[in-house]
């Protein structure tokens, strides 16, 4: 049998789990997603269509699956939205996603496999809406509110209690003398279509970049480190989720629930309908499509739930969603509007993208001006001009996209568009690598693309200079007192005086952040350059493996692929780059600037866990996943996302799964979160 169609699966299996990756990243940390929800869910889709048909027992060895792959067997996926700087909380109860849908026929298979289950002809069940925010618990214990989490990895969630007491609506207390000793209710924080247009009329005013959506400001705005900044943005909250609950049997049913928190006067959805058959729930379904743009918050979907409490306890869930509930998302809003113009931007890595410019219209409770093209061969295949009629959707009611053209609306004289052979910023040639959609500016020194870099540079990811943003950085290389990163520690205050919006404190200030960033840990510095492939991950295995600059410039391909997570195409990216001369002559300036390009070998050496690589699985109750990983760090070891042969200890909490069950198979050694405790103490005192 040819190994072929295997090899292809695998490929194509490894660029689901990589583009998964950067979309959860994008979606529930930084709260900026460039997809739509629906994109998102066909990636998932094909990711576990491909999984089943590679492995249709759930046996993958963690070689095979690792923590990049969203929807791991054993483990409970829903992203995570955790961050540093906040304190987690366990759930109880784990806050699972939904399994979404935008079929009716799947819906109606949903009704089928719990008729199947039950032997029932017809269920009841509750149909909600479905909201478009950030998902919230709160935890009362005798009625008394105790905290407020999010849905962080299902497992345990990031306090944001504290961004959220200036809430009007939000429950203090439950006002009864029936309520459970203990419940976890769980909703969502939003935020009304008309505060969001206030606070970017507000950035317009001040020149800001304007926010994408209602939902990503609303996320944004829980996780900010500064209560006092949350306090300035409205949000609201909105209730109809039941955690865990003792007793257990204090509720029988979701309706039930739902009654309780209208007699708590709790703020709750308006829409909740409690009906006996599949085809009333799709009649309700319906119903509330037609309704939900007249609700304060955002709403893309209905929500179909068992009513029996009893019952959703049998159904049970998967590892990552019930199976007594489903998501039905709505069809996206269109609307018609003409295409005044196609622009082109150009990002740090070159890429050039093209923007169309619209006549604004209001969608899905926004006014768009703008929609993506994604690329020159979307705009051929579409065969889109300027001046078209065209039909644009906010997908997921996120990202505006141009679907079609209306072309018996086009008139003769329309000409076809021409994706340009060179560079809109620096008239430089656009090529094209071969099996690549993207045109990219050849220059390396092209503008857009030195602003791009000095951003990234700059980023709370990379070397952290604070007040360094994208308004600051247009101005530096508009006036040209920065044309590549190492003229950045040449920069005066006089100069930074100069410009638009600096005054003596704010020039003081800036020029001490970028002082300070010359200390900044290596890993961080070789984050920074940019390198294709090389994000943080593998920037810190270089700077363990690596003493300087010029060890990695001097280092050879397999030099690069013996650290364990650098992988051959990484290899081949860092050793184009430091065998690049420009790029040698740029680090030796910052060397000579004062910038630290090496890591304390002999500090990284004396420390007792180096050379020791840990795995932190199921949930950890003493310390949260960030706090170990930072402390096995701070001693020299490195923490791995899979469990492999050079693995040294596993530290399992409860709901550890395949990794640990793959340690006792390696014979890895294991420890309890007690015991790792312990052995960090011991390691300390030695």
Not at 103 to 112: H, P, R, T
Not at 199 to 227: E, Q, S
Not at 238 to 255: D, K, M, R, T, W
Not at 413 to 437: M, Q, W, Y
């Amino acid at each position: 049998m040819s190994k072929e169609p295997s090899s292809q699966k695998q490929s194509r299996l490894t660029f689901l789990k990589a583009q998964i990756k950067e979309h959860d990243e994008l979606y529930y940390k930084q709260a900026q997603p460039v997809i739509s929800d629906q994109e998102y869910d066909k990636l998932k889709r094909e990711l576990d269509d491909i999984e089943s048909e590679i492995d249709p027992l759930g046996l993958f060895t963690d070689s095979e699956f690792d923590n990049n792959t969203p929807v791991k067997p054993g483990f409970i996926s829903v992203g995570d939205d955790r961050l540093e700087g906040f304190k987690s909380h366990r759930h109880v109860e784990a806050m699972l996603s939904l399994d979404n849908t935008y079929d009716q026929s799947d819906f109606f298979d949903f009704d089928k496999r719990l008729k199947k289950i039950f032997g029932e002809e017809d269920i009841d069940y509750v149909v909600e809406p479905k909201i478009d925010g950030v998902a919230v618990s709160l935890t009362y214990r005798k009625g008394i509110l105790e905290t407020a989490v999010t849905r962080g990895n299902g497992v345990e969630g990031d306090i944001i209690i504290q961004n959220l007491l200036h809430l009007q609506d939000l429950p203090r207390e439950i006002v009864s003398t029936d309520i459970p000793g203990f419940i976890e209710i769980r909703g969502e924080i939003y935020m009304e279509h008309e505060e969001f247009l206030r606070i970017n009329k507000d950035r317009t005013r001040l020149n800001l970049p304007l926010y994408a959506n209602p939902r990503n400001l609303a996320a944004g705005t829980v996780k900010l480190l500064d209560p006092k900044e949350a306090k300035q943005r409205q949000l609201k909250i909105v209730l109809y989720g039941l955690g865990a609950c003792e007793p257990s049997s204090f509720f029988n049913s979701q309706i039930a629930f739902h009654e309780a928190l209208k007699t708590w006067q709790f703020p709750t959805v308006e829409f909740v309908k409690f009906v006996r058959s599949a085809d009333s729930a799709w009649d309700r379904i319906c119903q509330l499509d037609k309704l939900r743009h007249g609700y304060a918050y955002p709403t893309d979907g209905a929500v179909i739930k068992l009513d029996s409490r009893e019952k959703q306890n049998i159904a049970g869930h998967t590892s990552k969603a019930p199976r007594w509930a489903i998501a039905y998302k709505f069809e996206s809003e269109r609307q018609v509007t003409k295409l005044i113009d196609i622009i082109l931007q150009v990002g740090r890595t070159g890429a050039v993208t093209p923007v169309a410019c619209l006549d604004p219209v209001q969608l899905a409770g926004t006014m768009v001006s703008r929609a993506s093209l994604h690329n020159a061969d979307e705009i051929h295949r579409k065969d889109i001009r300027v001046g078209d009629q065209v039909v644009v959707e906010k997908a997921g009611e996120i990202i505006p996209q141009v679907v079609e053209v209306i072309e018996e609306s086009r008139t003769e004289d329309v000409p076809s568009f021409k994706f340009p052979s060179h560079c809109p910023i620096c008239n430089s040639l656009l090529v094209r690598t071969e099996g690549e959609a993207t045109w990219r500016c050849s220059d390396y020194d092209c503008p857009d693309q030195l602003k791009g870099r000095i951003e990234y540079f700059a980023s709370r990811g990379c070397l952290d200079i604070e007040n360094l943003g994208e308004a600051v950085v247009n101005q530096l290389v508009d006036s040209k007192l920065v044309s590549r990163l190492d003229e950045l520690y040449q920069l005066e205050q006089s100069q930074l005086l100069q410009l638009e919006g600096f005054a003596e404190k704010s020039a003081k200030n800036l020029i001490e952040a970028i002082e300070q960033s010359k200390t900044q840990e290596f890993w961080r510095m070789i984050c920074g350059l940019g390198i294709k492939h090389i994000g943080a991950s593998a920037s810190k295995d270089l700077a363990r493996n690596f003493s300087d600059w010029r060890s990695l410039a001097g280092a050879k391909v397999e030099d690069f692929t013996a650290i364990e997570g650098v992988g051959m195409i990484m290899a081949e990216s860092l050793s184009l780059f430091f065998n690049d001369s420009d790029n040698l002559s740029f680090l030796e300036s910052m060397e000579n600037l004062g910038v630290v390009l090496k890591s304390d070998i002999e500090i990284e050496t004396s420390r007792p866990l180096v050379g020791k690589t840990f795995v932190l699985t199921g949930s950890l109750e003493i310390f949260s996943r960030l706090e170990a990983t930072a402390k096995i760090e701070s001693l020299g070891g490195k923490v791995s996302s899979s469990v492999s042969k050079q693995t040294s200890f596993v530290v399992a909490g409860p709901g550890a799964g395949s990794k640990l069950d793959k340690a006792r198979k390696l014979d890895v050694e294991i420890l309890n979160e007690a015991e790792f405790t312990s052995f960090l103490k011991d390691i300390v005192s030695q």
